[in-house]
């Protein structure tokens, strides 16, 4: 990075915390601090629910993740849009008739205190360990890729965002996120743009798409019934459904973005602006990975993204072993490239002969590195799209990347953070502690910011990589977020049960969901499902067994 990477970066951050802080540094009220005074309209409320959503976890794993296995990912969002209508239907309005603050007041009413709390709790676990892992996630990659100290990275990160959201609460999130979305859009139509333009002159997109295709990286649908695979049309629809349900409808970090809303109709209008543009979104994340492949098969790829994996097997005593893989791949690698610039007889079934190939050496190359320094992390997806953008991108676009991972590092740690200060307060503070006065209770949410900012803080310091980041974060949600929306679905749409049976029925859901994903016998989005209708169905059969409270 040159001094005009840095100008752009830090200049970039410091406008959008700085506004964000002095458009809302007043909060009188409760309702100001948590609900940013219901004022929100609905392009705000549409472009903060996309940024809460849209972590740096996006930008960093989805381009790898197409890079590496194609298109398919995008049928993890199949779902969304119906699921969005659902919401728009029956949970805004209900939350707006009661007027409030989270989703889970709602469920006190319907059944009781403690399915409340139980819900709260849950909801606290899974966005707790979700918030370290927004946080964790640019920081370990920009440690590795930059040289930085990832414990002062991820030091910084999380005190710039506890400072503007303890500071402005809910109204400065959804301003900061405005300007955030702007810089993301903006840095990933650039970069996109760059990556067609480096093509050799003969390759246009259209043949980049042809590449692309014959290497299989545009199978966007997969229809088969395998429960074990991860992405295919059913689980988008279904599993992707149902996260999206209880994603949209029962978790407070997006909850509370269309809670600010000015009426129910920005509320839903906001939603619904999210709902019909989050594919296409991800469908171009994906695409830029899909170019940064094309890309590739014209300039020479390493082996591995991740530098720390090949530092620590060329240290090793596999590095012979290692050098030889990799000049394999460099002979591959130029075989590819002669084949695809040969105007006159483009072969692609040879070239996707020698992509499976290619896999082939980098899968033994993750064995031997595995075999070096087992603690190393071999999967390099996140890693595949932050050293494009560090070895290729021109001075000043690399700041604005840079600036793009770590806004969205901001966005969605910021309404993570929002969220759960504001369950805390109101679902367990203020009500065991009522009647105290405004300040009070601004005070409170501004301390359990601050607390649960600590926490993620501290989570991050102790994190590690996983398969995949983007995964992690999803396989996350999809182990308490079953459980939950089928207590909501309950509470929505099946009155017969009351609150003693669902409170039983949600427990025991949820160890059996546990204990299902510790089996690792389907692919997690199924466990949104399961988990839901295991809710449900124990709920009627305790209800009908349960001894009555007199």
């Known amino acids: ?45 549409g472009l903060s629910v996309m940024a809460t959503q849209a972590s740096a976890i996006t930008f960093l794993s989805t381009p790898g993740q197409a890079f590496h296995d194609g298109m398919g990912f995008v049928q993890f969002y199949f779902g969304l849009p119906l699921a969005v209508v659902i919401i728009c239907l029956f949970f805004i309005p209900i939350y707006h008739r009661l007027k409030v603050y989270t989703a889970y007041e709602f469920l006190e009413e319907r059944f009781d205190l403690r399915t409340r709390t139980l819900t709260a709790i849950l909801f606290l676990v899974q966005r707790g360990l979700a918030g370290g892992i927004t946080i964790y996630a640019p920081a370990i990659i920009l440690s590795v890729v930059l040289g930085w100290n990832l414990k002062i990275l991820i030091l910084l990160i999380g005190c710039v965002v506890i400072s503007y959201t303890l500071i402005g609460g809910t109204r400065a999130v959804n301003v900061t996120q405005k300007q955030q979305m702007f810089i993301i859009f903006l840095g990933m139509i650039t970069a996109f743009i760059f990556i067609i333009n480096s093509f050799p002159v003969e390759v ?79 469908f171009f994340i994906l695409l830029v990975g899909v170019m940064v492949f094309v890309f590739y098969q014209f300039e020479p790829s390493p082996i591995n993204f991740n530098p720390k994996a090949i530092e620590a097997v060329e240290q090793s005593n596999y ?3 290692f050098n030889h893989l990799e000049a394999t791949l460099s002979q591959i690698q130029e075989l590819k490239r002669m084949h695809l610039l040969d105007e006159n007889n483009v072969d692609l079934k040879e070239v996707a002969r020698l992509d499976i190939r290619e896999k082939e050496i980098r899968k033994e190359a993750k064995s031997l590195i595995n075999k070096a320094a087992p603690n190393i992390e071999t999967n ?35 309404s993570e953070l929002n969220a759960l200060a504001a369950t805390t307060v109101v679902d367990l503070y203020k009500r065991n502690r009522n009647n105290l006065s405004e300040t009070h209770y601004v005070n409170a949410s501004k301390f359990f910011t601050l607390f649960w900012g600590i926490i993620a803080i501290l989570f991050a310091s102790f994190g590690s990589l996983y398969e995949n980041l983007i995964q992690l974060v999803n396989i996350i949600g999809s182990i308490f977020y079953g459980t939950i929306l089928g207590v909501f679905v309950v509470a929505i749409f099946l009155k017969r049960i009351k609150g003693q049976a669902i409170f039983y029925a949600a427990l025991i859901s949820e160890a059996l969901i546990i204990y299902i994903f510790y089996l690792d016998i389907l692919g997690y989005l199924w466990l949104n499902v399961i988990g839901t209708i295991l809710t449900i169905l124990l709920g009627y059969l305790l209800q009908f067994t349960l001894p009555k409270k007199s």
Request: hydrophobic residues 45%; proline residues 2%.
């Open 1 to 45: 990075m040159v001094i005009l990477d840095w100008l752009v970066l830090l200049g970039t951050l410091a406008f959008i915390v700085l506004y964000g802080v002095w458009k809302n540094r007043k909060n009188k009220t409760i309702e100001d601090y948590l609900k940013g005074g219901n004022n929100s309209r609905w392009w705000t409320i």
């Open 204 to 282: 246009g997109f259209i043949k980049a798409l042809t590449i692309a295709g014959a290497t299989g990286k545009l199978e966007v649908i997969d229809f088969s019934f395998d429960p074990n695979s991860r992405y295919t049309f059913w689980s988008g629809i279904t599993g992707g459904l149902f996260l999206a349900l209880s994603y949209f409808g029962t978790d407070q970090s997006q909850v509370q973005r269309y809670l600010s809303g000015k009426s129910l109709k920005e509320s839903q209008l906001g939603l619904i602006m999210n709902g019909f543009l989050k594919v296409p979104m991800q």
């Open 319 to 321: 590095k012979e072993e």
């Open 380 to 414: 390099d997806k996140d890693y595949v799209f932050i050293s494009f953008i560090l070895k290729y991108l021109p001075q000043g676009l690399i700041g604005l990347l840079l600036a793009v991972i770590l806004s969205a590092a901001m966005s969605s740690t910021a």
